[in-house]
């Protein structure tokens, strides 16, 4: 089956610093990607679509300058979380759209911001 | 966008007994239902997904129905086992070709 691998699986940094997150499609080309933020017990929040060399669509709410997204290839996207903060701490996942409109998860990045 | 509503948020069953989850979605034009589940502290798995042009899709222990004029879909577990217990969530892929969950369901499967 597709592959999706994702880097770090976790982090911390401190208030202030900048992380970024790796997404990469291993066995299949992925010209649309996602990325979604979880809270412990909840659900799956679609925070923007990333497309391959063009700029990520982001949902309403999301700040854009504070969420960088970039998808230089068909198999990579990168989230950075910019000045990250406390309240940034959370469980980002990202996805690729691959074979047959199926969505394929990352492992997980883990990010605590002391 | 779309919005996708999920109940139960909790269920408890026996194991041997069957769960049921319902979705509805409010996009019309949506095409596209998976279920994941997803144990704790690892990624979302597929287990079941359905297209619009069909009703109901079965894997083994796993169905799903769909009802597009209610707009609304459900994943059925029959003979429930205790691995069985995790977390599922429904989403839908509407025609801007982006995936929207539902709030997910714990599932418990009590030996």
């Known amino acids: 089956g597709a592959v999706v691998s994702q880097h770090p699986s976790w982090v911390i940094c401190k208030s202030g610093t900048s992380v970024k997150i790796e997404c990469r499609s291993l066995d299949f080309q992925a010209t649309t990607m996602f990325w979604y933020r979880q809270f412990p017990k909840q659900s799956l929040m679609l925070m923007a679509t990333s497309n391959e060399g063009s700029k990520a669509t982001y949902e309403q709410g999301v700040e854009k300058d504070k969420f960088l997204i970039n998808h230089a290839s068909l198999t990579l996207s990168t989230l950075t979380v910019t000045s990250a903060h406390p309240e940034d701490s959370s469980f980002y996942i990202c996805s690729a759209m691959g074979p047959g409109e199926k969505l394929f998860f990352g492992s997980g990045t883990q990010l605590s911001v002391l | 966008g779309e919005n996708v509503e999920q109940h139960p948020s909790t269920l408890s069953v026996q194991e041997g007994d069957s769960a049921v989850i319902k979705c509805t979605y409010s996009?019309?034009?949506?095409?596209?239902f998976p279920w994941y589940k997803q144990e704790l502290g690892k990624r979302p798995q597929l287990i079941i997904d359905i297209r619009s042009n069909v009703g109901e899709k079965k894997d083994q222990r796993i169905a799903v129905t769909l009802n597009k004029t209610a707009k609304h879909f459900s994943l059925h577990i029959t003979e429930t086992q205790p691995e069985d217990s995790a977390v599922y969530f429904c989403a839908a892929l509407n025609t801007g070709n982006q995936f929207y969950f539902g709030t997910g369901t714990s599932l418990t499967v009590i030996p």
């Open positions: 996009d019309s034009a949506s095409n596209y």
